[in-house]
């Protein structure tokens, strides 16, 4: 962060909600910058723990006398109108901002601000681009929604003028922010609550795409065909990629190997760039990698620094990631969430040598169930015994009253090896009293499902 302007009226910010991934990334970016930082949460978490013990003055639960002393409020899309540190910043005519509006704010102090977005991969792909970026000694700073071992978090202070940012569509959050460049994914069908419809989604990206600086680029699969049809409205710098059809970087020759990795040849602009391996699974991993190739060579990151970087990285956390074993049964978990994820993920999962699968989901947010339940039904099918649970309910209540045994019904249909267990800890039972050798269990959903993973796996390391 080379110009701190934008920022320049604000020595003190109180942070509402800090204990999130997004926000505990933006306290400590701002305090390796001199900012005094304070903030509070509802929970204690892992986040607020190490920011008190990097030295910030955490507090849990309300704590309006907090709010006196700032020259900025900020805080998150899930701190409703009523909070009383709201209540307390309004009545002392503060200075608020919502996190997205702030980030953006932050993404204007970076000449290069590098923003991923997709309906799906941004995080996966996010990492790839960071590591690279870490591996040719660009010391970036990076925003990544989840953990990502070469940064051990889920984000890295730098000191150029690189910022690396996973940049979310939902409540168009993207559109405060300030891009250099932007990689756009796909576009897909989602946060139906916000956007209603693939219409307004696709407009929502169209704006997006226009932010960029003159000087910048928009990086887009077009073998996503929404993805596609907006760049035709978009009159901009375009960089394409695919695998499925004529593109400034395409992917030929996949090959995947024992280890369910692939392999592929890149090609620009007709002539071959180089082969790239991955360490991580699926042919959609191949359109990431792509992306980050395409953002790297723009960024004219040498061609051997992208091939080692590729290759060493093995995924971000819960990204189709092996937690360990239950009786020598491999337990993954995948943070899918959208039906079109976990199609994916059981492509992935299929190439792995087992007996039979057994895919534990739980649905996030009662809209987006609503709204995919026939979707959902249809790709879990395909998984040999599914257990859905009771639907994690993030930020909603439940107006559609939805429940994942509308799912499960749905599929025992077509897969009667379907069933709705409402407790991870009978979940938990029931798969102890059910699998089998040779086996693979995976945990998929975007709440804390993975908790029942990491039960089976303490059971067998306590034995």
């Known amino acids: 962060m080379t110009n701190l302007t934008p920022l320049k009226e604000y020595k003190k910010i109180h942070m509402i909600g800090i204990g999130g991934v997004s926000m505990s990334g933006l306290a400590e970016h701002l305090t390796h910058f001199g900012f005094e930082i304070t903030g509070s949460d509802a929970h204690e978490s892992d986040n607020t723990c190490h920011l008190k013990e990097i030295g910030l003055d955490i507090q849990i639960g309300h704590h309006k006398e907090m709010v006196a002393s700032a020259d900025l409020i900020v805080y998150t899309a899930a701190i409703k109108e009523d909070d009383p540190e709201r209540i307390e910043a309004e009545r002392l005519h503060k200075k608020i901002m919502e996190r997205s509006e702030f980030l953006g704010l932050i993404t204007k102090c970076y000449q290069e601000c590098i923003c ?10 996010t990492s790839m681009i960071a590591t690279c970026f870490l591996e040719a000694n660009l010391d970036p700073t990076i925003e990544v929604g989840a953990y990502l071992n070469a940064i051990h978090g889920n984000n890295r202070t730098g000191n150029s003028d690189y910022f690396i940012l996973e940049a979310c569509e939902y409540v168009d959050s993207f559109l405060s922010f300030y891009p250099k ?3 756009i994914l796909n576009i897909d069908n989602d946060h139906l609550d916000y956007f209603k419809n693939i219409e307004n989604i696709k407009k929502s990206f169209i704006k997006f795409a226009n932010r960029i600086k003159k000087d910048g680029c928009i990086i887009a699969n077009i073998d996503d065909e929404n993805t596609k049809e907006i760049l035709k409205k978009i009159d901009k710098k375009i960089i394409t ?4 059809q004529k ?6 020759d996949i090959f995947i190997n024992e280890e369910h990795h692939p392999t592929f040849t890149c090609y620009k602009k007709g002539q071959k760039l180089g082969t790239f391996s991955l360490q ?4 959609h991993n191949v359109l990431n990698a792509l992306a980050t190739i395409a953002t790297c060579d723009y960024y004219q990151i040498p061609l051997p620094v992208v091939q080692k970087s590729l290759e060493k990285f093995t995924g971000a956390k819960r990204r189709m990631e092996k937690i360990g074993t239950y009786k020598g049964i491999p337990v993954y978990d995948d943070y899918a969430h959208h039906p079109t994820e976990i199609k994916a993920t059981y492509e992935s999962i299929k190439e792995i040598p087992h007996h039979e ?3 534990v989901f739980e649905p996030h947010t009662y809209s987006r169930t609503s ?11 395909n998984f040999d015994h599914i257990i859905l649970s009771e639907i994690y309910a993030a930020r909603e209540e439940n107006k559609e009253k939805i429940s994942s045994n509308d799912i499960a019904v749905l599929i025992q249909k077509e897969n009667p090896n379907c069933c709705f267990i409402n407790s991870y800890e009978e979940i938990i039972q029931y798969l102890k009293d059910h699998v089998q050798k040779e086996d693979i269990i995976i945990t998929i959903g975007a709440g804390s499902v993975n908790q029942i993973g990491y039960a089976l796996i303490k059971e067998e390391t306590s034995n």
């Open 241 to 244: 990629y695919a695998i499925n």
């Open 247 to 252: 593109a400034d970087y395409e992917a030929k």
């Open 181 to 183: 460049t932007e990689i």
């Open 357 to 359: 699968t057994w895919a």
């Open 280 to 283: 991580v699974p699926g042919r």
């Open 116 to 125: 991923i977005s997709g309906t799906h991969g941004k995080t996966t792909t």
């Open 371 to 381: 709204a995919h339940k026939k979707e959902f039904a249809e790709v879990l099918k």
